[in-house]
């Protein structure tokens, strides 16, 4: 039986060096990162075995680049968000942002609860943005919130209380890293893992195929036999 690749999350890396490839500045790298986002998207949304794609768009440590880069990044999301609104609808896609937006501008934050909330009745594809996220930080913030509540903590209240609640089932990094950078640490527990050279804007949909073939074929355990 093959394999459903219901979560499909993705570490989105490479945007800074493919632009320095061409010579541009690592913004460009950004623009071009966003049509990725855009087609990728689309791709997952239009094959319904794929319910949720999960894309780290900003960390928690990315904070730490230069200030212009940041400020940059922070405009090119409110950009995105609104003028991809009619394509969240059009293509019935729910956003779902994942991370402590509290830390984003006011101005930022009502544009990303205002895509979350009119989409909010798409049935097709999840999409969840990652935005000052951290593995580390969403674990931290949940046992936080289920001790304030009073609630044990358990394996299924951990899992429920956090910002992402689906298990990932392929875990994509693009640039050539082999790391997890502090991405869906829980989630993770028994992702399948592909590592790629290609740079985040020059991953396109028929790599992505190619991986969810790879994918069905692999004998799924979980610590058990087969
Ligand atoms: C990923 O690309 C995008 C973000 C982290 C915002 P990078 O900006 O990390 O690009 P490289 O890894 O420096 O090439
Ligand atoms: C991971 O990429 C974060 C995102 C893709 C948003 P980084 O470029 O920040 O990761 P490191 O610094 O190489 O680990
Ligand atoms: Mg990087």
């Not at 570490?11 to 460009?28: E, V």
């Not at 768009?57 to 990315?62: D, I, K, L, M, V």
């Not at 990652?130 to 609630?151: H, P, S």
């Amino acid at each position: 039986m093959n394999n459903l690749p219901s979560h499909i999350a993705i570490i989105m890396d490479g945007n800074g060096r493919w632009a320095k490839g061409q010579g541009k500045s690592r913004t460009f790298g950004h623009e071009k990162g966003a049509e990725t986002v855009r087609a990728i998207t689309t791709y997952c949304s239009q094959h319904p075995e794929i319910k949720q794609l999960t894309l780290y768009a900003f960390s928690t440590e990315n904070w730490k680049r230069p200030k212009l880069e940041v400020e940059f990044l922070m405009k090119l999301l409110e950009r995105y968000f609104k003028k991809e609104l009619n394509t969240y609808l059009e293509e019935n896609i729910r956003f779902n942002p994942i991370g402590d937006l509290s830390a984003f501008s006011t101005s930022l934050q009502k544009t990303i609860l205002n895509v979350s909330e009119a989409t909010e009745h798409c049935t097709g594809l999840v999409q969840s943005l990652a935005l000052n996220y951290g593995g580390k930080d969403e674990i931290i913030r949940a046992v936080q919130k289920l001790q304030n509540d009073n609630i044990p903590i358990t394996e299924s209240s951990l899992s429920e209380t956090l910002d992402c609640t689906q298990e990932v089932d392929i875990l994509i990094r693009t640039g050539g890293e082999h790391r997890i950078s502090n991405f869906l640490l829980w989630q993770s527990a028994y992702a399948e893992l592909f590592f790629t050279d290609t740079l985040w804007p020059e991953f396109k949909s028929d790599e992505l195929e190619t991986i969810l073939t790879k994918f069905k074929k692999i004998e799924r355990r979980f610590g058990g036999l087969n």
